[in-house]
């Protein structure tokens, strides 16, 4: 769900966001860089849980280790 926000910004600012970004992409533009910012603890939680799983981490361990195969026999 969204929500409307209403901020103050310098008019130059406005304008080169308007001028650069286009008028109906400014609030996408802000959020793209807010986001991470504001939602950094959900993210830091997820990361926490997945370590703590030890069966996931296993499953990863072995598939990373997979993917690895033996680099000297790889031709360049």
């Given at each position: 769900?969204?929500?409307?926000?209403?901020?103050?910004?310098?008019?130059?600012?406005?304008?080169?966001?308007?001028?650069?970004?286009?008028?109906?992409?400014?609030?996408?533009?802000?959020?793209?860089?807010?986001?991470?910012?504001?939602?950094?603890?959900?993210?830091?939680?997820?990361?926490?849980?997945?370590?703590?799983?030890?069966?996931?981490?296993?499953?990863?361990k072995?598939?990373?280790?997979?993917?690895?195969?033996?680099?000297?026999?790889?031709?360049r």
């Open positions: 769900m969204q929500k409307k926000l209403t901020i103050t910004i310098d008019e130059k600012v406005y304008e080169r966001l308007h001028r650069l970004i286009g008028a109906r992409k400014i609030s996408k533009f802000i959020e793209t860089l807010v986001r991470p910012k504001v939602l950094r603890d959900d993210l830091e939680a997820g990361y926490r849980a997945m370590a703590l799983d030890e069966e996931r981490e296993a499953e990863a072995e598939w990373a280790e997979g993917t690895c195969g033996d680099v000297a026999d790889e031709t």
